[in-house]
């Protein structure tokens, strides 16, 4: 049978990248684990993997979605969110598999409703020490660069989120030693090159303090262009095996590597507390301050396309109450409480999942109720510790979102506080019991001019002579 000839036209925009779908991205792998943990093929992945495709009203009552076919309409004009994943365009049974979209696209949407700002990771208690560990906005430009050419500071190559080397903290032993018999070893020569340009730099910055200490030495011994010899390659190879911390600097700079984490951490923190603030900011500075050191740098933009908002200081402006003190807050299901099987109190925020807020009272266990023997401490938030069944949809709490995190295998990270009372009671109404300040008392004046009917407003009590004007 002969194939149905295509026009020209037709065959650019089948080759148009503009008018294709991207290839799907790789499946996230499944940690191995020793409980012999479940996992299901139907399950909401961490973050999506295939494109999410939606039509017109119009066009979705004739199923035609700008396919090579026209999709059932029994199984896509019933969903109340008609949006798709196409899993594969064309089987071998001429079929087009496709799927759902609407657990991504929705959760994009609430957490876009929130207006939640994405940070830097929050840096481990171990690697702090005396450096600045507050989280940032990820469009901050000292750290929202991916640039390494000339003019570009120490500070924000290190602090950049874009490496061509891995992580080797995030590595096994067989991937680190892939990675040293494929990548390293290939560039052993590169490297020999490397070192004698930066012997290069070390001699020509010799030379010049020499030539600040004595103003009589030979002219060709402080030509910083002299080329380098062997012998002092030689030598200068000998110093940086004896200095690793200059020598792991060189190493990270041509293999490109992301920093990682201080190892000597915790006994910088230990000796700091004995020894006088100079010393110890020392040695701080041997420490990286990129903000990805402990978690590792990020497959794609830490924002990851969630949001583009640099700071949560945004005024929520009531239409009846005013501005707020705080935003509206959000309405969290309790998904596993504190007695189920793992131990731990889990909350769904908007699609995603989150702990509880470290250290609120509102969701700490109280043993101050239940004092005596044998009784139970009862939690201040309802439905924290054990299953509720009689509530309808499960237990819910409301909470204020903060910030939230991309980690490098994904997910978000979301970090939420309690509510404040008087902001419940605003998004839920019940305002009654608040006591508004009485307004002014006005009283209505009515006269008859010439001109026709006329109305005055007056402050009760206040005429022509409290304000000075008669006679």
Request: hydrophobic share 30%; glycine share 8%; aromatic share 6%.
């Amino acid at each position: 049978m002969a194939s149905r000839s295509v026009s020209p036209g037709g065959a650019l925009l089948r080759a148009s990248r503009v008018f294709s779908i991207p290839a799907p991205l790789q499946r996230s792998a499944v940690e191995m684990s020793s409980t012999g943990g479940y996992t299901s093929d139907t399950s909401t992945l961490p973050h999506p993997i295939h494109m999410s495709i939606t039509t017109p009203q119009s066009s979705l009552a004739k199923g035609d979605w700008g396919l090579k076919r026209p999709l059932p309409l029994r199984s896509t004009t019933k969903s109340s969110t008609p949006v798709l994943r196409i899993q594969k365009m064309d089987t071998f049974e001429h079929i087009t598999e496709f799927g759902s979209a609407a657990d991504h696209t929705l959760s994009l949407q609430k957490f876009l409703e929130m207006g939640i700002p994405l940070t830097t990771p929050q840096l481990k208690e171990s690697t702090q020490s005396h450096l600045d560990s507050r989280a940032r906005s990820v469009f901050e430009d000292a750290i929202d660069t991916t640039g390494t050419g000339e003019g570009t500071g120490s500070t924000e190559i290190d602090a950049r989120w874009k490496f061509s080397g891995p992580w080797l903290a995030g590595q096994t032993q067989g991937e680190f030693n892939e990675y040293v018999q494929k990548e390293v070893r290939r560039r052993k020569q590169g490297f020999h090159e490397y070192l004698r340009g930066a012997c290069s730099v070390a001699l020509a910055k010799e030379r010049r303090e020499q030539r600040a200490s004595s103003e009589g030495a030979d002219e060709l011994e402080l030509n910083p262009q002299a080329e380098v010899t062997d012998e002092q390659l030689k030598d200068y190879v000998k110093s940086l095996r004896q200095d690793w911390t200059e020598l792991y600097r060189h190493i990270r700079t041509f293999l490109d590597l992301p920093p990682a984490s201080s190892v000597n951490a915790p006994t910088e923190i230990f000796n700091a507390m004995f020894e006088n603030i100079s010393t110890s900011l020392e040695k701080d500075s041997t420490v990286s301050t990129s903000p990805y050191r402990d978690s590792g740098p990020p497959k794609t933009h830490p924002s990851a396309g969630l949001a583009y908002s640099r700071t949560n200081s945004t005024l929520f402006n009531h239409p009846v109450f005013g501005p707020q003190s705080s935003k509206s807050p959000v309405q969290a299901r309790i998904i596993s409480p504190k007695g189920a099987l793992h131990g731990s109190t889990n909350l769904g925020v908007g699609g995603f999942v989150t702990g509880t807020p470290f250290n609120d009272e509102s969701f700490r266990v109280s043993s101050t109720r239940g004092r005596g023997r044998g009784a139970m401490p009862a939690p201040m938030v309802p439905g924290l510790v054990n299953i509720e069944p009689d509530k309808v949809g499960g237990s819910k709490v409301y909470v204020q979102p903060k910030s939230a995190t991309v980690n490098p295998q994904g997910s978000v990270i979301l970090r939420v506080v309690s509510a404040e009372t008087g902001a419940v009671d605003v998004k839920e109404g019940n305002t009654d019991h608040y006591k508004h300040p009485p307004p002014p008392a006005l009283s209505t004046g009515v006269r008859v001019s010439p001109r026709g009917l006329s109305r005055t407003l007056r402050r009760d009590g206040a005429g022509s002579r409290d304000f000075g004007l008669s006679n």
